[in-house]
T-cell receptor, first 113, second 108 residues
């Protein structure tokens, strides 16, 4: 357990509504990531952060934005949710000195109707 | 970015070695190979990683071919609790490209 929590754990929303998912870590790790996991596609990186206010895009960043105003929190926002964004979202961190090893949170299941 | 390919499923008898292959023929020289596993709907769990040399830890061994185009994760004595989806991923600098995973069933 790398001290990662995600909230909410489950959410159902409607198309066109904004949604924000939160990833919270308790150990001041520098690197944080957001992934989505879908059948037939595996895990795909959405965005990642390498420090407060420092973020970069992953391979499936369209339709998503992120913010990191504090070390411990990494927020993923869907400005206007679409049904194609129905997925399980995982947050991950890399502890300092652990290369690219990533430790994952419990996930958020998002359903967009 | 390297792409990884894995068989969709495999079976293994309890107590025997499980050998899970991964093809990453497009991997570049500075990209690492990582293995994770996912049990049910939990977040993936790190197992092992390597660049060129074979690696071993308390969970598994990783064998990387000399040309680095493929690798094999070895669980030396599989137990029922090793039933999971195993993912091979390749990359570096915080960006990993993940395969679709191999669903390993360990049978009694």
């Amino acid at each position: 357990d790398a001290g990662i929590t995600q909230s909410p754990r489950h959410k159902v929303t409607e198309t066109g509504t904004p949604v924000t998912l939160r990833c919270h870590q308790t150990e001041n790790h520098r690197y944080m990531y957001w992934y989505r996991q879908d059948p037939g596609h595996g895990l795909r990186l959405i965005h990642y952060s390498y420090g407060v206010k420092d973020t970069d895009k992953g391979e499936v960043s369209d339709g998503y934005s992120v913010s990191r105003s504090k070390t411990e929190d990494f927020l993923l926002t869907l400005e206007s949710a679409t049904s194609s964004q129905t997925s399980v979202y995982f947050c991950a961190i890399t502890p300092s000195g652990r290369g690219d090893e990533q430790f994952f949170g419990p996930g958020t299941r998002l359903t967009v109707l | 970015d390297a792409k990884t390919t894995q068989p969709p499923s495999m079976d293994c008898a309890e107590g025997r070695a499980a050998n899970l292959p991964c093809n990453h023929s497009t991997i570049s020289g500075n990209e690492y190979v990582y293995w994770y596993r996912q049990i049910h709907s939990q977040g993936p769990q790190y197992i092992i990683h390597g660049l060129k040399n074979n690696e071993t830890n308390e969970m598994a061994s990783l064998i990387i071919t000399e040309d680095r185009k493929s690798s094999t994760l070895i669980l030396p004595h599989a137990t029922l609790r090793d039933t999971a989806v195993y993912y091979c991923a390749a990359g570096n600098n915080r960006k990993l490209i993940w395969g679709l995973g191999t669903s390993l069933a360990v049978n009694p």
